[in-house]
């Protein structure tokens, strides 16, 4: 089980659940974060994912306001360090969903209404599983079943796939010149669905006419 560290300033309501879902040795929490020592609890937690709020109240002449710097200056500042340690946002809104601010993080999660949720713990944990098994693969030539090498943009292009077919993705469309490797990208899709271990049945409809086509796909009828 991947460790965790949850920096929230108002952990408490969270505390219990992820505690239960990933273990108490595992979940570790960060009320009043700073930017000159989070990256010194990352290292002596030996944190494996990050969840880390984009919001934070801080307290200016007694009074609280919001301050959303703080948790963008808390990204960039743990992925200088921890290029390789997956960082998810968690936010109270769903408008933040979609924002490019946070674009260096692995994903942004929306808080639950009710903190109770079990089913937003079950998914996050399978975020979590997931973003900590790609980060933890060391030999991309092995675990793809082609040749990638150091090369970021096919690396990009593996963790793509691992994404959608974790997601559970049916529908592909692959395009690329003669001799791009389609046909790799499409036995790494395979391999790394559910559909893994049943029929994979390759069809060369170049090499057919077009009225053949029709036939070889979907079948004919006598007369």
């Known amino acids: 089980m991947p460790k965790i560290l949850f920096v929230d300033d108002y952990y408490e309501g969270f505390e219990p659940y992820l505690s239960k879902e990933f273990g108490e040795d595992?979940?570790?929490?960060?009320?009043?974060?700073?930017?000159?020592?989070?990256?010194?609890?990352?290292?002596?937690?030996?944190?494996?994912?990050?969840?880390?709020?984009?919001?934070?109240?801080?307290?200016?002449?007694?009074?609280?306001?919001?301050?959303?710097?703080?948790?963008?200056?808390?990204?960039?500042?743990?992925?200088?360090?921890?290029?390789?340690?997956?960082?998810?946002?968690?936010?109270?809104?769903?408008?933040?969903?979609?924002?490019?601010e946070y674009e260096l993080a692995e994903g942004i999660v929306q808080k639950p209404d009710n903190v109770s949720n079990q089913a937003f713990y079950q998914e996050l944990s399978k975020k979590v599983n997931f973003l900590h098994k790609i980060a933890s693969i060391t030999d991309w030539d092995k675990e793809m079943g082609f040749v990638i090498g150091d090369d970021s943009m096919m690396i990009d292009i593996a963790k793509t796939i691992l994404r959608w077919t974790h997601l559970g993705v049916k529908k592909f469309l692959i395009t690329g010149e003669t001799g791009t490797g389609k046909e790799k990208i499409a036995d790494a899709i395979y391999k790394h669905s559910n559909r893994d271990g049943k029929p994979f049945i390759k069809v060369n409809t170049a090499a057919m006419s077009e009225t053949l086509i029709e036939s070889e796909l979907f079948g004919y009828e006598k007369g």
């Open 26 to 100: 595992n979940a570790f929490f960060v009320k009043e974060p700073n930017i000159s020592n989070i990256n010194k609890i990352i290292e002596e937690k030996k944190v494996d994912v990050v969840l880390l709020d984009i919001k934070f109240g801080i307290g200016r002449n007694g009074n609280r306001c919001e301050s959303q710097d703080l948790g963008v200056e808390l990204l960039k500042k743990i992925k200088k360090r921890f290029q390789n340690i997956p960082v998810i946002m968690l936010s109270d809104y769903a408008r933040e969903v979609i924002s490019k």
